[in-house]
């Protein structure tokens, strides 16, 4: 059967490894398995994570990228869902490291928290449904999306509201919308979807964050247009700031303002920073990644394996370092 849905050039993720971690413990994925009658999967109650680590060959280290931050989101993902997440975020980078080691990890590598209502229970509710943290790692073999540059189509889907489904926990059952408006992309000739938030104000592509720069001044959306409040966001924030001696302006973007733009960006944890290109078919400045983005881009992949002097504390080593 074919879908109609052109297929990615190359493969982005590998097979997962074998051993994840559940509640705390080290099991084969096969034992980590949950039932049909769990609860997130008929209702999406849950939140999750998405982690980056980078191998860097020279150096015969793994890197996790603001592990700590990820897991202080969680933490706050949590809270808005009133689920409870028995461990301190400390201990859970621990565990993503033990987990790393247990592997034998030595490739770029995606983690993903999960921290799902998994109990047998029928009626919708978030409360007195047992929950349930796994944290599992899958190889990271190719590129998210198209690294040379994107061509974004201005979804009909909207982006849901704090008041119905708050952006910024990442919600398990939030990403249908996402998948919607990406599927709708794809069919239309384009790479990736970008989502208005409800009353039409440029919000987020389907997981990234969305920059844009007009003469001299970067703008992203507010964290109150209904956009998760993304880590790589705020690494390309600090870096503007540190190499254009000018701060980020966080306000509303109107649509029309990406048609007229000299460079935008997507940025995330799964993409790092990727020029956009195009949007609704308009070239953005001359049609070609943007110069400014194209350095974002090296600074930031370079600071994520330590090929780079700055900003170590984004950074945290797995393996034991030579002394
Ligand atoms: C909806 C959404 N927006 C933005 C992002 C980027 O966030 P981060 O940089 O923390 O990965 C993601 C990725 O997790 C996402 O899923």
């Known amino acids: 059967m074919t879908s109609g849905v052109q297929q990615s050039p190359s493969r982005v993720f590998g097979d997962p490894y074998d051993l994840v971690n559940v509640d705390g413990k080290t099991v084969s994925s096969d034992e980590a398995r949950v039932s049909v009658h769990a609860h997130v999967l008929s209702y999406g109650t849950g939140t999750f994570e998405g982690i980056r680590a980078n ?30 997440l028995a461990f301190p975020a400390q201990e859970l980078v621990a565990m993503t490291g033990e987990l790393m080691r247990a592997n034998e ?5 995606y983690v993903r928290p999960l921290l799902v209502q998994v109990g047998d229970v029928l009626p919708v509710r978030m409360h007195d449904v047992r929950s349930r943290l796994s944290i599992a790692i899958t190889p990271i073999v190719g590129d998210y999306v198209n690294a040379a540059g994107v061509r974004l189509m201005v979804s009909t889907w909207r982006r849901q509201s704090d008041v119905a489904i ?4 990442k919600v398990v059952g939030s990403y249908v919308g996402p998948s919607l408006a990406k599927t709708e992309a794809v069919r239309a000739g384009y790479d990736e ?14 997981t990234s964050n969305v920059f844009l720069r007009v003469g001299d001044t970067w703008h992203t959306p507010p964290v109150t247009d209904d956009i998760l409040e993304g880590i790589t966001r705020s690494e390309v924030c600090a870096l503007v700031e540190e190499t254009t001696g000018r701060s980020v302006q966080e306000r509303r973007i109107q649509r029309s303002e990406l048609y007229t733009a000299d460079e935008a960006l997507l940025c995330g944890t799964a993409s790092t920073v ?6 609704d078919g308009r070239p953005v400045g001359d049609g070609s990644p943007g110069r400014q983005t194209a350095e974002l881009r090296d600074t930031l992949r370079a600071i994520a394996r330590r090929d780079d002097p700055r900003h170590h504390e984004w950074t945290s080593p797995v393996y034991e370092e030579a002394s």
Not at 75 to 80: F, G, P, T, Y
């Open 274 to 279: 990727v020029p956009v290109v195009e949007v």
């Open 105 to 109: 990890v030595r490739t770029d590598a």
């Open 166 to 169: 708050p952006g910024r926990a």
């Open 55 to 84: 191998w860097n060959a020279d150096q015969g280290q793994l890197y996790r990228s603001q592990a700590q931050a990820h897991y202080e989101r969680l933490h706050r993902s949590a809270r808005i869902l009133g689920l409870t």
């Open 193 to 206: 979807a970008l989502l208005l938030t409800g009353d039409g104000f440029v919000a987020e592509a389907t």
